[in-house]
């Protein structure tokens, strides 16, 4: 599920602070990068058996690269996906996804949206 409109969708920012940021809110990029691309996620625990919840942000270069930790990362559009284990993530708009779990996915995203932006300001 894509959650748009959240002032995070096409940021420009640097690496290194936006590594910083993301690391603040409980995002993890861990190994989920290569020259040109980052992933980020953010676990969702749920009482449901088998299933994780996961918000992902991604996002790829457009100056510099991912290893040299010089790039200049333009981010995508956030999405919401549930893990069934041993499958994977789906993403896809067929999913369901409580209500409560989106209204915290948005907040999660607004208080990163607001820092990204406090930073791309400057």
């Known amino acids: 599920m894509k959650l748009e409109n959240l002032g995070i969708e096409d940021t420009v920012i640097e690496l290194k602070p936006l590594d910083h940021v993301m690391g603040l809110h409980a995002f993890i990029r861990a190994g ?12 969702i625990g749920s009482n449901e058996e088998n299933v994780t ?9 457009i100056e510099g690269d991912v290893d040299r ?9 956030p999405l919401l996906g549930k893990h069934y284990y041993p499958h994977g993530i789906e993403y896809g ?5 409580p209500e409560n ?8 995203l607004e208080k990163v949206s607001e820092e990204l932006k ?5």
């Not at 919840?53 to 270069?61: E, L, M």
């Not at 406090?118 to 400057?122: F, G, H, P, Q, Y």
């Open 32 to 43: 989920q990068w290569d020259y040109e691309r980052v992933t980020y996620d953010y676990r």
């Open 53 to 61: 919840y996961y918000i992902r942000v991604q996002g790829y270069a």
């Open 69 to 77: 930790k010089d790039a200049v990362i333009k981010l995508l559009t």
């Open 93 to 97: 708009e067929g999913e369901n996804f």
């Open 101 to 108: 779990l989106v209204e915290r996915a948005n907040k999660i």
């Open 118 to 122: 406090a930073l791309t300001a400057e």
